[in-house]
């Protein structure tokens, strides 16, 4: 895309802005309009029964926080927990949800026509939970619809019907 271009498409303000991340050799993206703050990894209280990918929850300032671990959610990468582990808070439907990723890498913006539709064949990833991919600086990127993963019944953070309880 030439420099015009992109410039013309800012001023249109038709692109969106992701946060990239890193999970193992992996390099993934999620709509930064999600993400609360990041934070380093802190100990999390571990839930009775949950996936192994739910390390537990949290407390966030009063609120109490699930804690899900991407790497261990994509089998992608070991799943270390040290001083350079990184969490990032997402607010996904007036809900807070940490995620354990390698590291955060940037900020990209992306115009509808830079993104590519997701695979249509068997990958590790599950499709449900991409918006596509995109060519950033020569390296493939992943684009998560974390929304979509936030809110699935295979994480049980939410739940079915929550929304018409008490109406």
Do not use: C, W
Not at 90 to 109: A, H, K, Q, W, Y
Not at 148 to 153: E, P, Q
């Amino acid at each position: 895309m030439s420099e015009a271009a992109v410039q013309q498409s800012v001023m249109a303000g038709d692109d969106r802005e992701f946060l990239s991340f890193v999970l193992g050799e992996e390099h993934y993206a999620l709509d930064i309009t999600t993400v609360k703050e990041i934070r380093g990894y802190e100990q999390v209280t571990k839930i009775a029964n949950a996936p192994d990918f739910i390390k537990g929850v949290m407390n966030l300032r009063g609120d109490i926080v699930p804690v899900v671990d991407l790497r261990i959610k994509f089998n992608v990468g070991e799943a270390t927990y040290n001083e350079f582990t990184i969490v990032i808070m997402l607010n996904v439907d007036e809900r807070i949800v940490g995620v354990v990723v390698d590291g955060v890498s940037d900020v990209i913006r992306l115009s509808e026509e830079e993104m590519l539709p997701p695979p249509e064949f068997g990958v590790a990833f599950d499709s449900r939970y991409l918006h596509g991919l995109a060519d950033v600086d020569e390296t493939m990127v992943i684009l998560v619809n974390i929304e979509s993963l936030i809110n699935s019944n295979e994480l049980g953070l939410v739940e079915v019907g929550q929304a018409s309880v008490g109406e």
